[in-house]
Structures are given as structure tokens and as C-alpha cells.
């Protein structure tokens, strides 16, 4: 059974900093990437960035360039988002997810076959 959990969530001034991490366990070698994806109140969820499996290629949505970045510990089973310069912008549920889609970098939501629970991230003075 695949099971993604986020950690690391909370409230944090505009500025500030906040590391996501997601636990992945039972993950099959037919997903391809594991990714973050947020909702904002009232929005749609969108891709805010994926971590291919194979060769580690990233890819970030325009919006968090330069402000975020993807890693992962592969003993650890753990794929983190490191959040730096956050605006109120960024505020909403992160989610975990995983894809099996060919197109390895994706970050349209409905590509992903697997999500956490989610978290709530805050930006807010």
C-alpha cells in the first residue's frame, strides 16, 4: 500500500522559511516522480514542484523559482521542499504525491495517481 506523510507545516512570518518533508513507503518502480502540490482557499490544488526518480530532475512552477527547492534522502525514503523568502501567496494545503505519467516532470495535478493527507502551510505577519 502506498502511503505518502507530510511533516513540517505551520504558521511563519512573510520572509521566513519552512521545510516540507514526505515519508514514502510502499512506493512501486512504476511511479515515475514524487512531487508537492498545493491548494490555496477558494483555488484550484496546482503543481508547485516534482523530483524525477530516475535522474533527479526537477521542475518548478514559475511562481516559487529561485525561492524553493526539491531534495530527497533516498535512505531516509524522504522527499523534502525547502521553502525560503515565503510570501502570504504561498499559503495553503501541501500535498505529497506521487505519478506514474510518462512526462517525468509534470505538475498538473490530475497526473498524480497518489497524495498525503496534506498540510497546511501559513504565511502570515
Known amino acids: ?32 516522480a514524487v512531487g508537492w502540490l498545493r491548494q490555496a482557499p477558494g483555488k484550484e490544488s496546482e503543481g508547485v514542484s516534482c523530483l524525477s526518480n530516475s535522474d533527479g530532475g526537477t521542475s518548478y512552477t514559475d511562481s516559487v523559482k529561485g525561492r524553493f527547492t526539491i531534495s530527497r534522502n533516498n535512505a531516509k525514503n524522504t522527499v523534502y521542499l525547502q521553502m525560503d523568502s515565503l510570501k502570504p501567496e504561498d499559503t495553503g494545503v501541501y500535498y505529497c504525491a506521487a505519478h506514474k505519467d510518462h512526462r517525468v516532470e509534470t505538475l498538473i ?15 502570515s505577519s
Open 1 to 32: 500500500q502506498v502511503q505518502l506523510v507530510e511533516s513540517g507545516g505551520g504558521l511563519v512570518q512573510p520572509g521566513g522559511s519552512l521545510r516540507l518533508s514526505c515519508v514514502a513507503s510502499g512506493l512501486t518502480s512504476d511511479y515515475i
Open 109 to 123: 495535478p490530475a497526473d498524480f495517481a497518489t497524495w498525503g493527507q496534506g498540510i497546511q502551510v501559513t504565511v
